[in-house]
Nanobody
Framework: QVQLVESGGGLVQAGGSLRLSCAAS????????MGWYRQAPGKQRELVAT???????NDADSVKGRFTISRDNAKNTVYLQMNSLTPEDTAVYYC????????????????WGQGTQVTVSS
């Protein structure tokens, strides 16, 4: 069984910074891509940034130059450093990992965290 646990969300003023973390635990064999997504009230979930096992990064235009995704493979953890936050960044942020578990070597599966609220006040 695999679990993803996020932390680091909260309330911050516009222009401020937050760092999100997402740690995976359980029967993990290997992790492929890791990523962050967000969902604002009344909107669809959208990609924020992803990072592959080769450290290739893909991020949304809306966060380029402000958000940085990184990963620590030894800790099975992905981070999202968010700077210059604006009220438009207010959302629930979810991490996702595509990984191979010890219980299924035939297929890699996507796992999601429970989400962490980020609120940016103006």
């Amino acid at each position: 069984q695999v679990q993803l646990v996020e932390s680091g969300g909260g309330l911050v003023q516009a222009g401020g910074s937050l760092r999100l973390s997402c740690a995976a635990s359980g029967s993990i064999f290997s992790i492929n891509a890791m990523g962050w997504y967000r969902q604002a009230p009344g909107k669809q979930r959208e990609l924020v940034a992803t990072i592959t096992s080769e450290d290739i990064i893909n991020d949304a235009d809306s966060v380029k130059g402000r958000f940085t995704i990184s990963r620590d493979n030894a800790k099975n953890t992905v981070y999202l450093q968010m700077n210059s936050l604006t009220p438009e960044d207010t959302a629930v942020y979810y991490c996702k990992m595509n990984l191979w578990s010890d219980s299924d070597f035939a297929h890699a599966h996507d796992y999601w965290g429970q989400g962490t609220q980020v609120t940016v006040s103006s």
